[in-house]
């Protein structure tokens, strides 16, 4: 099973997987700048149900052209007392495909 998500709005954190969505066996995240002139700057974590913020990437420059693969340690508890996944985007965008087993 996969997800995407496509991110065009920028400095507006997106939620990829909420609370509860139960996308837990994540065996990869794929970011791609989809932008045509501009280096995208993605931070990427989960936020626990206090709002805490855990990061995975942290304003992490992805250019032109470019994806960025995530395969090692990225599953999570994506349960109703689990994590949500968030991505922010301060320039460009992105497209985000998540892929569980």
């Keep these: 099973m996969a997800q995407y998500t496509n ?3 920028t400095g507006i954190p997106t939620i990829i997987s909420d609370r509860g ?9 794929l970011i791609t700048n989809t932008h045509d002139s501009t280096d995208v700057d993605v931070d990427l ?12 990437l942290k ?3 992805i ?4 994806s960025l693969a995530l395969t090692d340690n ?3 508890n994506n349960s109703s007392n689990g994590y949500s996944l968030i ?10 495909h998540l892929k569980q087993n």
């Design 87 to 96: 991505a922010n985007v301060t320039a460009g965008s992105v497209n985000i």
């Design 59 to 61: 304003n992490t420059l």
């Design 74 to 76: 990225v599953k999570f």
């Design 7 to 9: 991110i065009t709005n």
């Design 21 to 29: 969505d139960n996308f837990n066996n994540i065996t990869s995240i």
């Design 45 to 56: 974590y989960i936020q626990d149900t206090s709002n805490n913020n855990f990061y995975l």
């Design 63 to 66: 250019p032109v052209g470019v």
